[in-house]
């Protein structure tokens, strides 16, 4: 009696246990890339009263009498399976589709997670919206060796002009001479981003030529040249060419650059001139005003001000031989374990990790059903071990009144 009633008294506690984490799944069913648990036991060292014998000529075996003297806890297992993916419409936001874990730093140790939810500190760094960690990853265009931070605070950036457009009509009716030349200006920017203007001179070679020459009608410090000539048939352009050279002021601090200039949507039809530029590469001066992740390879653009988008780093992924092996660290964290094997450190979509989708956040993989009914086996484990003491302490009592 004293034995069973030992032997409960353990299973209360085991059954406790299994609430405990049944409570903990519970109370985590809407945290961001949370990852289950689940309890399984396994029975303890059995008493032996009897070790059986083997068959003998003319009896047959008898089998070992044992009585188990209660259960222990076999495992509490985390599951990784996939949790469903929630749209946020934020672009900072990202989910794993797949295996593998962020990877995170608080400067000194490294840890892995689920949660994606991405913010930008003071710093211009990508850290944890929740934690303030920074998420792990290389820097501009380096996808190889150690990993760190992702630095998208660049400083502020502008693009000179490289290639430039034309569209409009050239008038076909216009005289070779002076008085038809049609003169047109444009802007370009320097490699730190100072608009230049550049005044261009269109002139029909000859009163019947389908040929435009162009030159440079100021300032002084443009050159260069070009022609453009149209189809007389239809007046589309057929061939011709445009490159300028500019050189800016040395007041400016900037260097010579050269700017190709696309003629091939220009026409000459009996029409007003009325060619202009249409669209440029060059940028001003512009700041960081956000990041965009790129969905399934976690490239990290940064965006900024004057429309640039430049690519400032990539998000790198771990993954695991055995997942499960990982320690809790608290706050959507984990950190490697004596059995999950070291961290496969890589790019997405790349070594069995997962895809990246931006925008989205993975939720807790808890299925609320299945938990519930662990309740009910946890409540009535723990109400039927319970029962066992009861029981026993009335045979103890009914013993105790054997003298009475």
Do not use: C
Request: avoid cysteine; charge should be negative; aromatic fraction near 6%.
């Amino acid at each position: 009696m004293l034995r069973s009633m030992f032997t409960s008294i353990g299973a209360l506690t085991l059954h406790q246990s299994y609430m405990d984490v049944v409570a903990n799944n519970l109370a985590n069913v809407n945290t961001t890339g949370f990852k289950g648990s689940r309890v399984t036991f396994m029975d303890q060292i059995s008493q032996l009263m009897a070790a059986g014998a083997g068959p003998t000529t003319g009896l047959g075996g008898i089998n070992p009498t044992q009585i188990g003297l209660g259960v222990r806890l076999g495992a509490i297992t985390t599951g990784f399976t996939q949790g469903a993916l929630q749209s946020t419409s934020r672009p900072s936001d990202v989910a794993i589709q797949g295996d593998g874990f962020f990877i995170y730093s608080d400067g000194t140790s490294q840890f892995y997670s689920r949660d994606g939810a991405l913010e930008m500190d003071a710093d211009g760094v990508l850290v944890n919206a929740a934690t303030g960690m920074r998420i792990q990853g290389w820097q501009a265009v380096t996808t190889s060796g150690s990993t760190g931070v992702i630095n998208t605070g660049l400083p502020i950036l502008a693009r000179e002009t490289n290639n430039a457009t034309l569209r409009g009509n050239l008038d076909a009716t216009a005289p070779a001479s002076a008085a038809g030349a049609f003169t047109m200006t444009m802007g370009v920017y320097d490699a730190l981003g100072n608009l230049h203007s550049v005044n261009l001179s269109f002139q029909r070679a000859g009163a019947t030529s389908n040929q435009w020459n162009i030159t440079t009608a100021s300032p002084a410090a443009v050159t260069g040249g070009g022609s453009v000539t149209f189809d007389p048939l239809t007046g589309q352009y057929t061939a011709g060419t445009l490159t300028l050279q500019v050189t800016p002021p040395a007041t400016t601090g900037a260097q010579p650059f050269s700017v190709a200039v696309d003629l091939t949507n220009l026409t000459q039809l009996a029409s007003p001139s009325d060619a202009a530029m249409s669209n440029q590469d060059g940028l001003a001066p512009g700041s960081l005003s956000g990041f965009s992740v790129v969905t399934n390879t976690g490239e990290i653009y940064g965006l900024y001000s004057n429309g640039l988008q430049e690519r400032v780093g990539q998000m790198a992924l771990a993954n695991f031989v055995n997942p499960s092996g990982l320690e809790h660290a608290g706050q959507n964290l984990f950190r490697e374990g004596l059995n999950s094997g070291a961290a496969q450190i890589g790019l997405a979509n790349t070594g069995g990790r997962g895809t990246l989708v931006s925008g989205y956040l993975e939720a807790s993989n808890v299925d609320m059903a299945q938990e519930f009914a662990n309740m009910i086996l946890a409540q009535r484990g723990f109400q039927a071990s319970s029962r066992v003491i009861t029981t026993s302490d009335e045979m103890l009592q009914e013993l105790v009144n054997l003298k009475r």
